[in-house]
């Protein structure tokens, strides 16, 4: 997607945010901008970007991500670009302390340190983010990982839409990022079809999930737990709040989980998925009333 396109998404749904429901105002004035910065690095990062990995159909098919293994130094100068450009309106979006974003700056000029937490973060390795924070000692593990998600996150961006080709004649059954091996972050039933591959006309409807570090969409079967893969209706539940059908808590009473979903039939324009959630904390209090814990831990649901 070019950085016009994105930056218009994302405005579009910080505008109907703060519109529908007030109280997300503040919110969505002080980390809007943050997406807006982000969506603006799409273009550059695209010129720079080598060419997009290989996907080996056998390591795929047998449930590796893309990036799993791979050398991730061939993206470094995308990162430091990201690093450059981010980091300066990070940390006054998130009220950083002098020290802290003193250590943070130190910590991401430094390659082989950037290096080390991108792998951790595909690899899913917190403890490396814990160990990182603890040296750091201005800089909490989850402002850490925050910060890191959101310097490395257009870049893999950039890699994810180079991507989509290449994916589209592999086969992915997983509730994982096929490019990253990130959880996803919300669902989505689609609003028309993206492909053809069941040779069916449709009006959409085709359950989607959206990665929470690359935003790379993948399909899944509609009937199941996308975290346990539990397809039995009696203990799998859709919650709304106050009469909003779109926007739903995708519930699994076995292993106790819940996904965001949004019906985008029902969407005029298609929100930007990681915005919208600024906009969703309401459903994810819901489920947490309901003793229920998110597929992926974001900043909209690990409130106190
Ligand atoms: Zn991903
Ligand atoms: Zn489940």
């Known amino acids: 997607m070019t950085s016009a396109a994105a930056k218009k998404a994302v405005e579009a749904t910080l505008e109907t945010i703060k519109q529908r429901v007030p109280a997300y105002q503040e919110l969505a004035d002080r980390f809007g901008p943050m997406f807006l910065y982000k969506a603006d690095l799409l273009d550059r990062l695209a010129a720079m970007a080598p060419p997009?990995?290989?996907?080996?159909?056998?390591?795929?098919?047998?449930?590796?991500?893309?990036?799993?293994?791979?050398?991730?130094?061939?993206?470094?100068?995308l990162f430091q670009e990201s690093a450059r450009a981010l980091l300066p309106r990070l940390f006054s979006i998130l009220r950083l302390d002098k020290a802290a974003g003193e250590a943070l700056a130190a910590l991401f000029v430094d390659p082989p340190l950037i290096l080390g937490l991108a792998q951790?973060?595909?690899?899913?390795?917190?403890?490396?983010?814990?160990?990182?924070?603890?040296?750091?000692?201005?800089?909490?593990?989850?402002?850490?990982?925050?910060?890191?998600?959101?310097?490395?996150?257009?870049?893999?961006?950039?890699?994810?839409?180079?991507?989509?080709?290449?994916?589209?004649?592999?086969?992915?059954n997983q509730s994982l990022c096929p490019v990253c091996g990130s959880a996803p972050s919300i669902a989505f039933l689609s609003f028309k079809e993206p492909n053809d591959l069941d040779h069916l006309v449709s009006g959409g409807g085709k359950k989607f999930l959206h990665c929470s570090l690359c935003g790379h969409d993948?399909?899944?079967?509609?009937?199941?737990?996308?975290?346990?893969?539990?397809?039995?209706?009696?203990?799998?539940?859709?919650?709304?709040?106050?009469?909003?059908?779109?926007?739903?808590?995708?519930?699994?009473?076995?292993?106790?989980?819940?996904?965001?979903?949004?019906?985008?039939?029902?969407c005029d324009p298609a929100p930007q998925l990681d915005v919208a959630q600024i906009g969703l904390i309401h459903l994810d209090m819901h489920a947490r009333k309901n003793k229920l814990t998110p597929i992926t831990l974001t900043l909209w649901n690990s409130f106190d």
Not at 132 to 150: G, H, M, N
Not at 225 to 246: A, K, P, Q, W, Y
């Open 52 to 77: 997009p990995p290989a996907v080996d159909g056998s390591k795929f098919a047998a449930g590796a991500p893309v990036l799993a293994g791979v050398d991730l130094a061939t993206w470094l100068p």
């Open 218 to 266: 993948w399909r899944i079967k509609r009937n199941e737990c996308s975290v346990c893969g539990n397809d039995d209706s009696e203990t799998r539940e859709i919650m709304t709040v106050d009469g909003v059908n779109h926007e739903r808590v995708e519930a699994c009473h076995k292993c106790g989980s819940y996904c965001l979903s949004i019906d985008m039939r029902e």
């Open 120 to 172: 951790a973060r595909i690899e899913g390795n917190w403890k490396h983010f814990e160990n990182t924070s603890a040296q750091l000692d201005a800089v909490p593990a989850s402002v850490l990982l925050f910060v890191s998600e959101s310097v490395f996150s257009p870049a893999l961006t950039v890699i994810a839409d180079s991507l989509g080709t290449p994916l589209s004649s592999h086969s992915w």
